[in-house]
């Protein structure tokens, strides 16, 4: 109950409270078109962020800024790296608006490679550790990169490969084979004086990163980002809800860092992290299996998380339990979690009384049996999580908040710098993307689609004067292509991806999100597509999650070698899969509902061009290379 109670007490007061007033704008008919908050943190009117770890370490220079496996990393001693780095670059020949490429999992060399090129005056374009050698050979094409650092010789041997043919090969270092320290032997000679000054020479609208976006439809953009942009986004995330997770958990913030610092909220969120002097550690891995004893040992306070890692937790919990016979145990357990998170927020929020006392002796019970299980699987001291990238079930948001952990989400793309809109810590309100982020703007535009303008917003495409012109509007409203609603107080909910709605033969619209999201979120699913764009009906195409399946086998004593081409006609198999379309069914009319689906075998991964780095489905892709399987959907 720790953390509910918390909220309640933080809730009470004014000065937490009060931070976060929405304003709203009516449209002729009364509905809510536009909402927006004032900045709480003030813009970055000089200097940069490469200035963020010598003000840490000016101002607290024995504070702990990082954790690393041998031991804490003090603010004074991260500038004194940053340095270093950034001095061994320019020693490299780096001049001021020069780019760098960094091809690397999450490591805290990552962190001090960022800052050290802002240092040295240069600007970061990250790079995703699986990038294939055509990918490579764009991004650095194309953001002109004459440096590249990788992590491992394979990255390396990728890079070589796709910029054999380029005029002028880029100068690469390698993680693994100490590039720091041959950095840093570079940089001796050079004065430090000299990393001050290019450093001077930065202001909040210089270039700080060239981002480049998950290309599910065609070459990835690269997105144009300041320091200004990034600075509004960490800064006034951070006023937003440190406060009141500081006076929520009563304990010094720490999170354990492990989404891709190639992706903009792993980004952000390390420089967040750094602003509000926030102890953080680095993990180079987001699959839950590696991932749950790195959190066992951190024990962070928080963390930022996509949906994957929420539902594999969940899932986890769920196969334990079956495997020694208590499944519906658990199932009892998640719907008891439903019912009194509900009732809780409903009480918190003033719209109930919340839970009775039958229902709050059951949590009790399930707290010792199942809740507490949750808490310990993320370490024991996490109260609370951010989740972005895509939508969380709400049911699962539900879950998580009746083990004591509450789950925020937000929305952003690329071009927003992370997070346009997040759930005010004070006011949680599960099945929405919150409200938007102080100093933000939210709008609907007629058709739908959700516009956002604000210091977060990007101002270009690299090399893409074209592209830019279509999504940013000359009033500063930038066109996200996604389908969302505000409602009352403000809160958004996205409703769907503009390019990918569906009209069936019937002439029904569907958005296949909303079913994608709520199929994925339930195992035995892996990944999935939802169809009848001029079909007769809506349709999935399946794919079976392998660790749900050997976890399947295992239950039923059947030979963990058994070939998927017989699973995905099992009929045992096929009706748990039924269980989580009839889940995805139930957020949606019967005219948009799955009426058939196909389990096919393989995985839609990156190494078969079928997903983007960030996890997304190339949705052309995977219907071109299923198409015969699509085309059975609507004969049979």
Known sequence: MGVRRDLRRAGRRTDLADRSK????????????????????????????ADLPYTNAAGHPHATALRRPDGPVTAQAFATHVTAVAKGLIGAGLAVGD??????????????????VWAAGGVTVPVYPTSSAAQVDWIVRDSGARYVVTETPQNTATVTTGTAGHPRAPRIWELDADALTDLTALGREVPDDEVAERRATLTPDTVATVCYTSGTTGRPKGCVLTHANLHAEAANTV????????????????????????????????????????????????????LRPALREFKPTFLVGVPYLFEKIHDTGRATAERIGRAASFDRAERIGVRFAEAH????????????????????LYDLLVYRRIRRELGGRMRYAISGGSPLDRDLNL?????????????????????????????????????????TAVRIADDGEVLIKGPVVFGSYWNNPAATAEVLREDGWFATGDLGALDEDGYLTITGRKKDILVTSGGKNVSPA????????????????????NRPFVAALITLDPEAVAHWLS??????????????????MRAEVQKAVDHANQAVSRAESIRAFALVEGEFSEDNGLLTPSLKVKRHAVSARYAAEIEALYRG
């Open 399 to 439: 879950f998580f908040h009746a083990a004591g952990i509450v789950v925020y989400e937000g929305y952003g793309l690329t071009e927003t710098s992370a997070a346009a809109t997040i759930v005010p810590p004070l006011a949680p309100r599960p099945g929405t993307v919150g409200q938007p982020v102080p100093g």
């Open 22 to 49: 929405v304003q709203v704008t009516r449209d002729a008919q009364g509905a809510v078109r536009e909402a927006g908050l004032p900045p709480l943190a003030p813009p970055l009117t000089t200097g940069s962020l």
């Open 514 to 533: 909303v079913l994608e999201d709520r199929l994925r979120s339930r195992a035995p699913v892996g990944q999935c597509l939802v169809v009848g764009d």
């Open 99 to 116: 780019r760098v490429a960094l091809m690397s999992r999450t490591r805290y060399e990552w962190t001090v490679l960022d800052f050290a």
């Open 345 to 364: 927020l409903n009480r918190f929020l003033g719209t109930g009384k919340g839970p009775g006392p039958g229902l709050y002796a059951a949590w009790a």
């Open 239 to 290: 006023e937003l809800l440190h406060p009141v997770f500081q006076a929520v958990t009563g304990r010094t913030a720490a999170t354990l860092l492990f989404l891709p610092l190639a992706h903009i909220l792993g980004r952000t969120l390390q420089i967040a992290c750094l602003l509000g002097r926030i102890e953080m550690g680095h993990f180079p891995s987001v699959k839950p299996d590696e």
């Open 555 to 572: 239950v039923r004593k059947l030979p963990p070698d058994t070939p998927l081409a017989e699973l995905v006609r099992d009929d045992r």
